[in-house]
């Protein structure tokens, strides 16, 4: 199901969390399981399930990448790993040399220099979401530049969970 | 007062009930209140211990325990650090005085000789004895709430309501200890804002991070460790003892002398949270009594390492929940291992502010649950508990790697789907194994189901497309459906995973337990289904009292000939299923009507708070209305 209708809210790649957080909220008071405790079978079976994609909606437009894969997916396009264009050679370029650098941080376990690095790649998200949300304003936009940033985040967000999981292992 | 204890009408009351791994509480609301109920000990805490006679008879709490030191194998406690558990589970080995059955049985059994009861029995043992204690003070029990460390899996999430169902309780929810305790703190102060559970039991460790937002408590994150607590700080003591006393080798440690170090040490730690030295006396290797001295200050660090565990899970959870320390607006202290002043100490310098423990941290779980049952059991919507996911969810691949599916975390209920396609010509069948934690290796993952997804087509490789949805429930608890896409053949799978006990097994058990045999068991699922009948007949005048105008003519005229039938076998069938298949029916004729209440509900929901302009918002619910006009019948 399309996450925009199941919240309820225009689809746009900028999104006011705190309004998709009370939306997400209302909709949950109307279908919790708990609020069907006294039903019958078939009643709490149907409001589980609506509950489920309200709750999977909301999972999916907090996190920019997938709600820019329901964008595309609302204007036809396909999307999702394998469907993106390969990337620049700049941009493997940067990958390699922060990885190197996460590598290092794990041998030295450097605290200071696992945050500077996180907050960097932090950065670099926060740059590639200022650029879809532009992207995906223009009334004419360009799918394959899209994809290419989608690609981008993938990767950011798969390097911070690693951060993460060294930060989790050092300290 | 007195009336109402010998109407034998008297209308059901709900139950919370904390199944500690030291203690067990059972508490109900009254006059609005949590109040705990007096155990068969007099008191509100029952000792979780068993001990099962040598002649069959089964003691609960405190009289049990009396049999640790002399009985120690026959006498079961901290039942609960082995509940989901298998026989070649690492917890199964550690420092304890029991037995177990040998083998690679999915649960565990403790051998008795004579008896060889599983951690899902032991536990019943516990639940009944609560449940008569409840039943003397309350006369007409309705359904449980049974809390569950956050941090508990799957396969322990299915041993609880296992226990419960064989206790003969009616389980209407497993609740997180932590949200439990944030409930009861709550409602007591009316205070939104964020707030950290530090929840440090017997045996289980959880910290919980949640907004409490009018009404709406929404879990963050969780996290913690369902092997860590006050038992382990027994052990530290209990290992030194058993040195003194000249008991180094491990065929001198004998499960009475095990169990006497335990409980002496037990008795050590509880006394050095008053005084910074304690003596205790034992009994010495040989004969003779020594003195053994427990200075607070050494204790302290025999426990840093437990507590530097705890505070790792602490530092993710507030990672995972993307919140810094500082934003907390209060740290909730639950758990009677939080009453050693250095566990407090270290939770204060960790979260950088003084804790709150001025509900007792023994009973706010139980209060907590007693709160959730009463709002279920008045169909109330003052409150709204959206908890996570405690530990990701993933299927082993190919390579012995793990596809994760649901990640930690994620607001429950929740789905997802995976599509699986065959890798050979005129494949019929897959093997899907599905795995619970966070490491990257399957066999380093909690198994909790493995299954055959039969009935393909023969087709191709590559051309069959098998669909499998997990759903995850509100208790948490993984429901595994598979559908065969291309031949439009909706084959669906109900899966049940394998440690979990089936409804049949369930049953005998009952059976089992019962004194009376065959007949009471009858009268109790008549009495059950009677229950049920009436809460269905009371739910549905409730849908008529809003949403009348929703229904046809036809459509009302036939919901109303089922619920008489529906009032007409409660009142007077004699046999559960005929009660069973009037609701039933009533289930089949209210269907459509749901549908069309519950897609009213979601459009005042989205409709209710002002999103922008007005027509926007018009847009939107139309927009719904038609996606859910296709869709809305996909339950069928």
């Not at chain 2, 002649?55 to 194998?73: C, D, H, K, M």
């Not at chain 2, 759903?471 to 669906?492: M, P």
Request: hydrophobic fraction near 40%.
């Amino acid at each position: 199901m399309d996450p925009f209708e199941a919240l309820g809210v225009e689809p746009a790649f900028s999104l006011d969390l705190g309004l998709l957080e009370q939306r997400h909220r209302d909709l949950s008071r109307a279908l919790h399981p708990d609020r069907h405790a006294s039903s019958g079978v078939a009643e709490r079976r149907m409001a589980l399930g609506r509950a489920i994609e309200v709750n999977e909606a909301f999972r999916t437009l907090k996190d920019p990448v997938r709600r820019a894969e329901a964008l595309l997916a609302r204007r036809g396009v396909a999307s999702g790993e394998g469907k993106e264009p390969a990337a620049s050679p700049a941009f493997l370029l940067e990958v390699m040399e922060r990885r190197e650098a996460l590598a290092e941080v794990r041998q030295s376990k450097d605290q200071a220099a696992l945050a500077r690095l996180i907050g960097e790649v932090g950065g670099e998200v926060a740059r590639s979401e200022r650029t879809l949300t532009e992207q995906f304003a223009r009334a004419a936009h360009e799918s394959a530049e899209i994809l290419k940033h989608i690609a981008e985040l993938r990767y950011y967000r798969r390097f911070l969970e690693e951060a993460a999981s060294i930060s989790d292992e050092l300290f | 007062m007195l009336l109402d204890i010998f109407d034998p009408k008297a209308p059901p009351q709900a139950i919370g009930i904390d199944l500690g791994t030291t203690n067990s509480i059972v508490a109900h609301v009254r006059d609005g209140r949590p109040v705990p109920l007096t155990t068969c000990d007099g008191t509100p805490l029952l000792p979780s211990v068993v001990h099962y006679g040598v002649e069959g008879s089964v003691l609960v709490g405190r009289t049990a325990a009396a049999y640790a030191t002399r009985e120690p194998e026959r006498t079961i406690a901290s039942v609960k650090r082995f509940m989901g558990r298998a026989a070649g589970d690492v917890e199964t080995k550690r420092l304890g005085a029991y037995k177990f059955v040998p083998g690679d049985d999915a649960v565990v059994r403790f051998d008795l000789g004579n008896l060889r009861p599983s951690a899902v029995e032991v536990s019943a043992e516990i639940l009944k004895s609560l449940k008569q204690s409840a039943l003397d003070q309350l006369t007409h029990v309705g359904g449980a709430v049974i809390t569950v460390p956050a941090y508990f899996d799957d396969a322990q999430r299915q041993a609880t309501r296992d226990a419960g169902r064989v206790a003969g309780l009616e389980v209407l929810r497993l609740l997180n200890e932590p949200t439990a305790a944030a409930l009861a703190y709550g409602l007591d102060k009316r205070q939104n804002g964020l707030f950290a559970v530090y929840d440090l039991g017997g045996g289980t460790f959880d910290v919980t991070i949640l907004r409490l937002d009018d009404g709406v408590f929404q879990v963050k994150s969780t996290g913690g460790d369902s092997a860590l607590g006050g038992d382990d700080m027994d052990r530290e003591i209990a290992e030194r003892m058993l040195t003194a006393m000249g008991a180094n080798e491990p065929r001198l440690r004998t499960p009475e002398v095990v169990s006497i170090a335990l409980e002496a040490a037990r008795h050590a730690k509880h006394a050095s949270t008053e005084a910074a030295e304690v003596n205790i006396e034992l009994p010495k290797r040989g004969g003779g009594e020594l003195r053994f001295v427990l200075r607070r200050g050494d204790f302290e660090d025999w426990i840093q390492p437990l507590l530097e565990r705890t505070g790792k899970s602490c530092r993710r959870a507030l990672r995972d929940a993307e919140v810094e320390a500082s934003a907390l607006d209060g740290v909730i202290l639950v758990g009677g291992s939080t009453r050693v002043p250095r566990v407090r100490a270290f939770v204060q310098e960790l979260f950088g502010k003084a804790p709150l423990a001025d509900i007792d941290p023994d009973l706010v779980v139980a209060y907590g649950a007693a709160i959730q049952a009463d709002l279920l059991a008045r169909d109330s919507d003052e409150v709204l508990l959206l908890d996570v996911l405690p530990l990701s969810l993933g299927i082993e691949t190919m390579g012995g790697g793990v596809d994760k599916i649901l990640p930690r975390n994620t607001t429950i209920p929740a789905g997802a789907q995976a599509t699986f396609t065959t890798y050979a010509d005129n494949q019929t069948g897959f093997d899907l194994h599905v795995v619970q934690g966070e490491r990257e290796i399957a066999s380093d993952c909690r198994s909790l189901a493995r299954f055959k997804l039969g009935g393909i087509p023969p087709l191709p490789a590559g051309v069959a497309r098998l669909e499998v949805s997990f759903d995850v429930d509100e208790n948490s608890l993984l429901h595994v459906k598979a559908v065969e896409l291309t031949t439009g053949i909706t084959q669906s799978v109900e899966v049940k995973p394998s440690y979990g006990l089936t409804d049949e097994q369930v049953e005998q058990m009952l059976t089992e337990a019962l004194d009376h045999g065959e007949s009471d068991f009858e009268l109790r699922r008549l009495r059950d289904a009677q229950v049920e009948a009436t809460r269905i007949l009371l739910a549905t005048e409730k849908a008529f009292a809003s949403d009348a105008d929703l229904l046809e003519d036809a459509e009302r005229a036939r919901i109303e000939r089922a619920l008489l039938a529906v009032r007409q076998a409660a009142s007077s069938a004699s046999q559960a299923a005929s009660i069973q298949s009037a609701v039933s029916a009533l289930d089949d004729a209210t269907h459509g009507w749901a549908g069309r209440r519950m897609n009213r509900a979601i459009q005042s929901a989205i409709a209710g708070k002002n999103l922008g302009a007005v027509e926007r918002s018009v847009a939107h619910a139309a927009g719904v209305e038609a996606h859910l006009a296709k869709h809305g019948d996909h339950e069928r």
